[in-house]
């Protein structure tokens, strides 16, 4: 089974659209993360969840909106998309925050803004 | 530069030769781990190393930690073409009353068959 899952894999779409990506993790864990990868392969966090608790938002513009209902799950939204979102973002989660222990990461979603 | 830098940015080798990567940080850590990641996938966490510890082994894996001089290295020994894939060092940037997540930029690696 899946220990981090996204979906979708892959999202394509035009600018000025509003999509989301959807995460939920079977680990039992406490946190939850979400990452952007850009082309460069430099992965910077952009937001972190303790027990459904906002705990980091590293200065990501206000079009990015996560959510999460429970704390299996944390879902990113994104308003008014434009070509510089392009990029793959990874969600993650560990079992205690801070991170003291691994992260297990899913398998990615790769968003291209047209 | 970023927090967690590794080096070389790149590195290719031959199978069965060994292959060592470092990476350097700039605050104070709890711990530093290093992570794997193949194309198109998610990272994969490989070992995790504490601040009070100097060496640590996992398999064909060894990771060193010299906190005087900020930095890391890995090495993989025994080279194969499956471990080709890109390899990040993170660590904990403490931000007000926060640990940040931090990655490097990874050091690419290719092993040749």
């Known amino acids: 089974d899946t220990a981090v899952s996204q979906t979708p894999k892959y999202l394509v779409t035009q600018m000025g659209n509003d999509k989301s990506i959807k995460c939920e993790q079977n680990l039992g864990h406490d946190t939850m993360y979400w990452y952007k990868q850009d082309s460069k392969k430099f992965l910077k966090i952009m937001f972190s969840y303790n027990n459904k608790e906002l705990i980091i938002n590293e200065t990501v513009p206000n079009r990015f909106s996560p959510k999460s209902p429970d704390k299996a799950h944390l879902n990113l939204h994104i308003n008014s998309l434009e070509l510089g979102d392009s990029a793959v973002y990874f969600c993650?989660?560990?079992?205690?925050?801070?991170?003291?222990?691994?992260?297990?990461f899913g398998p990615g979603t790769r968003l291209t803004v047209l | 530069s970023q927090q967690g830098e590794e080096d070389p940015q790149a590195l290719s080798i031959q199978e069965g030769e060994n292959a060592t990567m470092n990476c350097s940080y700039k605050t104070s850590i709890n711990n530093l781990q290093w992570y794997r990641q193949n194309s198109g996938r998610g990272l994969v966490h490989l070992i995790l190393?504490?601040?009070?510890?100097r060496e640590k082994h996992s398999g064909r894996l060894r990771v060193t930690l010299d906190t005087s001089k900020k930095s890391s290295s890995l090495l993989i020994t025994a080279s194969r073409a499956a471990d080709t894939a890109s390899y990040f060092c993170?660590?904990?940037?403490?931000?007000?009353?926060?640990?940040?997540?931090?990655f490097g930029r990874g050091t690419s690696l290719i092993v040749h068959p």
């Open positions: 190393i504490r601040s009070n510890e």
């Open positions: 993650a989660s560990s079992q205690v925050h801070p991170s003291y222990n691994e992260q297990f």
């Open positions: 993170a660590n904990l940037k403490q931000s007000g009353g926060s640990y940040i997540p931090t």
